[in-house]
């Protein structure tokens, strides 16, 4: 059997193109003992895979011209050599953007999709939910009352940590790249206000939508926004380093003391910033499972999904996301 | 009774010249009931006083023009109306750049000159000394074994952070800006490491010197210095941030991508960086005078001032220190 499989041929500069990717058609084995071989339902696209293209530290190792593009899918067993993994079932899995993935057990779990939808394990009940509610309780650290803005706020963490702290009690302002974006976080989301930062004067707007000062800040984005916000911040306030999109495509700062202004914010009003990965906290919430089921079952939180369709969709489906072309969590079905 | 005093009359654009200060004459009320009349016996004189001098949020009030400089100052009590006090008595108390401080009792801390000398009750055993034991533990955290990077390592703050976290079992490299200075932090302090910023290539020294990175650092610089100490950071890392003296002239960056190289870091690194003043931890350190107090009786920490006399030397000792004259604490005697 023969899969289509994504790999990474060309490191972007700035802005992706779709020449960093190329398909090839490579053989899928038959799985070995603790192996299952499973065939990818609905694939995820994710930020972050945008800093693995960089050849430098970061928190995952850099991707390597001609490595298969990795990442989280839902997909179907096919053969199982692995206990209590049968074909039939539907898993969970570091997939690859591919048709067929081979892996180990372990490395799967179970799921059940009238409980949720594929894009629903990928989206709030998997990584991206977990990324926000970790995120947000640990660094966060949200009291009733207080003002959290959210950066990225269409975006599928963005509006998953802003509706986690609207249930928490804050006041919750999302910034975002559209009218549209900003409708839907307000109308579908139940954030307090949505603000286009592609309107002129930010700070103003953000300073009137934020009447107490903001005590935290989930920022998905980083650059010019995040400045602006920063400058709203409360002493003791909280800044939340989820993700940095506005640099992921080589957009830059034009001003030289930019950051030695953030150091004296930091400084006078006793700012705690912290960057985080999912993997460095998961453990710490064991509750959150149960709790975000429980949230998505009572209408509390809602799930909002960009899917497109087809296999040669999934390369557009990344590059559109950097785009901001998302709202809610992107994902691509390949089969049923 | 009349009493000189400092008093703020101009704000400086940068660096402060001698012009930022005049002295003025002014009469000294008796006390009133609860208040003690004190002579100032010797003056702190303090970095963060610069930050005050701007006209902006600040994590205190700016000074305004015309307003008497403040400071902790050792003083001899005259008279007292406030209970347990007594003329003859030694006290800390905020007593300003002036000869006669009239302050309440309650503001005022008795201690014991033949337990340690004015300079070490301003210094180590005081608000420098709380300062650096606070912003390390709170913040930096230290696990024997890690490396901890001091930068303003030969002042008040940064010689006694060092001392400390020597102490506590961590690699400790400080960084200042003199070759004098780094023999003293190294010779009296017992750093394992003193580099001068003034020479080149300071981060492939600094990189020697922190063979297994950085995981700490107890910034009192910030600009282009922290910068390169933040570039060796381990995962993980926490950056804390005690104060800004570069900035504090006028100093600035030259590159537009800091910020956003900074954050990246943050992230990719999953660094925590915050900032504090001494008055927002010190009662989470109750063990902290008792402790100090041990460590400098068995000489395990190196109290080292930088001592002036004169009422006339007050002004020439901040502009001193801002300049980075001083090895450990800055006071100025004024009377016995």
């Given at each position: 059997m023969q899969s289509r499989q994504i790999y990474f041929c060309r490191r972007p500069d700035g802005k992706p193109a779709p020449d960093v990717f190329e398909e090839r058609l490579v053989d899928v084995a038959a799985p070995r003992d603790g192996e299952i071989l499973c065939r990818n339902v609905t694939v995820s696209v994710d930020p972050y895979l945008r800093l693995k293209m960089y050849d430098r530290r970061s928190y995952t190792p850099p991707l390597r011209i001609g490595e298969a593009i990795p990442g989280r899918a839902v997909a179907l067993v096919l053969e199982s050599r692995a206990p209590g993994l049968a074909p039939g079932d539907h898993v969970v899995i570091p997939g690859g953007w591919q048709q067929y993935a081979l892996v180990r057990g372990e490395a799967a779990r179970r799921i059940d999709l009238s409980v949720a939808s594929p894009g629903a394990w990928l989206g709030p009940l998997g990584m991206t939910g977990m990324t926000a509610y970790a995120g947000l309780m640990h660094i966060g650290r949200p009291e009733a009352g207080e003002t959290l803005v959210v950066t990225g706020a269409a975006g599928a963490v963005g509006g998953i940590a802003g509706q986690i702290g609207r249930l928490l009690g804050c006041r919750v302002v999302g910034i975002a790249g559209s009218e549209e974006k900003c409708r839907a976080i307000v109308e579908q989301f139940g954030f307090d206000a949505g603000l286009n930062?592609?309107?002129?004067?930010l700070a103003a707007r953000l300073g009137a939508a934020c009447p107490d000062g903001i005590d935290i800040h989930f920022d998905n984005v980083g650059g010019e926004i995040s400045r602006t916000v920063a400058s709203a911040f409360n002493d003791f306030g909280r800044l939340v380093v989820c993700g940095l999109i506005s640099q992921y495509s080589g957009q830059q700062h034009a001003d030289p003391a930019a950051l030695d202004e953030f150091m004296r914010l930091v400084l006078t009003r006793r700012l705690t910033v912290q960057g985080f990965i999912v993997s460095d906290l998961e453990?710490?919430?064991?509750?959150f499972e149960d709790r975000m089921a429980n949230w998505l079952q009572t209408g509390q939180i809602v799930h909002r999904e960009h899917a497109r369709s087809g296999f040669g969709e999934i390369v557009p489906a990344f590059l559109g996301m950097l785009s901001g072309e998302n709202i809610g969590k992107s994902i691509v079905h390949l089969a049923d």
């Open positions: 930062y592609r309107e002129p004067d453990r710490k919430f064991p509750e």
